[in-house]
């Protein structure tokens, strides 16, 4: 009898989490169907999305609001595809905020295929009350971090700790000498990688800091090569933003490439997000900068209950990786912490990585639960 899922994902990061689990579902059960949402990775592996995600891609209060008509007309799309399929299981993954109004449509439409979400949303850092709140629309919940279980257990709430999927996605795998030769990228000039971001917001508020940083650390480090890769959602923009740009440079896309360019790479400089973690594993010294609207900026520190926001520094309670945030997000901050990283300044982050449970499989557990979690259904 065919398996069929519904997989969600509402933007990049998520996209290459469903991208994994694919390629699990269909080693652990070959007659699967997988159909869905998703981007570049998901349909290279194999998934006709409903919908380009490219609307989704959007962070921010009020940078939301001028996408909002093209949101729900998705939603809309959604539901009905859900209705003609009628899959064993429905996942969404990521995106809590868009991926909580899914499961509650569904559920207000009476749909009982049992839900999950990949990727608790982070109660730890702000909202606990959002700990009681998913278990009245999802059936179960994929958790990253191993602390994570222990916020939803006095509610009731199924979770699995699965690990976090980055660790196994090759990250540390990539090829320099290849990366160099095909690129053309002499070997006496140092590779440095500047990733602003998997959205248009992002690449709006950053890139053009992080181009200017760069001139600057130009003027000491002329052996600087400058290698961005980046997602097929913000490829045109930043190609568009960059086509002037005196600095010796070049836009990859796609993960190989990105890891490969990894591999090749003395420092980055990088938005807020799992591509630390992804620099982490390749061993790229790098820095986290991020900026957005003043106002949702200033009511997400509100909110915020922790001290930092990239997930190694929280893990080990100190500053391991530089976090250059909203007003600290300078071009001549980052031109200085750069310079540091540069000079070797050391980033030790083997014992925060281990707690993300490195050396197993978590695509391969989320892929075991989902279909165990349809045939109990």
């Known amino acids: 009898m065919t398996f069929k ?16 689990v694919m390629t699990a579902l269909k080693k652990l059960s070959p007659d699967v169907q997988i159909f869905g949402v998703g981007g570049e990775s998901m349909e290279t592996a194999g998934l006709k999305s409903l919908f380009n995600i490219k609307d989704l891609a959007v962070m921010g209060l009020f940078e939301v609001i001028p996408h ?31 991926s909580i109004r899914v499961h509650k449509m569904l559920k207000r439409a009476n749909c009982s295929i049992p839900h999950v979400h990949l990727v608790a949303p982070q109660v730890w850092a702000w909202n606990k009350g959002r700990a009681k709140k998913i278990g009245h629309f999802v059936d179960h919940l994929f958790c990253l971090l191993p602390n994570e279980p222990g916020y939803f257990a006095p509610y009731g709430m199924p979770t699995t700790f699965v690990g976090h999927p980055v660790i196994e996605g090759g990250a ?15 070997t006496d000039k140092r590779i440095i990688c500047l990733l602003p971001g998997s959205r248009s917001n992002e690449i709006n508020y950053l890139l053009k800091d992080f ?28 190609t ?10 070049i836009i990859v896309t796609g993960e190989k490439e990105r890891y490969d360019a990894f591999a090749a790479s003395v420092a980055a400089i990088a938005a807020s997000g799992t591509v630390s973690l992804e620099l982490a594993l390749a061993g790229v010294p790098h820095l986290i900068a991020y900026k957005m609207n003043p106002i949702t900026a200033a009511l997400a520190r509100r909110v915020l ?26 071009v001549p901050k980052i031109t200085e912490t750069m310079r540091l990283l540069l000079q070797g300044q050391n980033q030790d982050t083997a014992h925060a990585l281990k707690q993300l449970g490195y050396n197993t499989s978590p695509s391969e557990k989320v892929a075991e639960n989902l279909i165990k979690l349809a045939r109990n259904a």
């Open 5 to 20: 899922v519904y997989l969600i994902a509402g933007e990049p990061s998520g996209d290459l989490l469903g991208a994994r």
């Open 68 to 98: 909002l008509p093209k949101i729900l007309a998705h939603f809309v799309e959604i539901q009905a595809d859900i209705e003609r399929i009628k899959p064993d299981i429905i996942m969404t993954i990521d995106s809590y905020s868009f």
């Open 172 to 186: 540390d795998k990539g090829d320099a000498k290849a990366f160099r030769t095909k690129h053309n990228i002499p």
């Open 211 to 238: 181009m200017h940083a760069t001139e600057n650390l130009l003027a000491t480090n002329p052996d600087l090569f400058v290698v961005i890769p980046t997602v097929q959602t913000v490829q045109d923009k930043i």
């Open 240 to 249: 568009q933003q960059t086509k002037d740009w005196a600095v010796p440079h």
């Open 305 to 330: 209950k922790i001290k930092y926001v990239n997930l190694l520094n929280l893990l080990e309670n100190t500053e391991i990786i530089p976090e250059l945030l909203q007003e600290n997000c300078t």
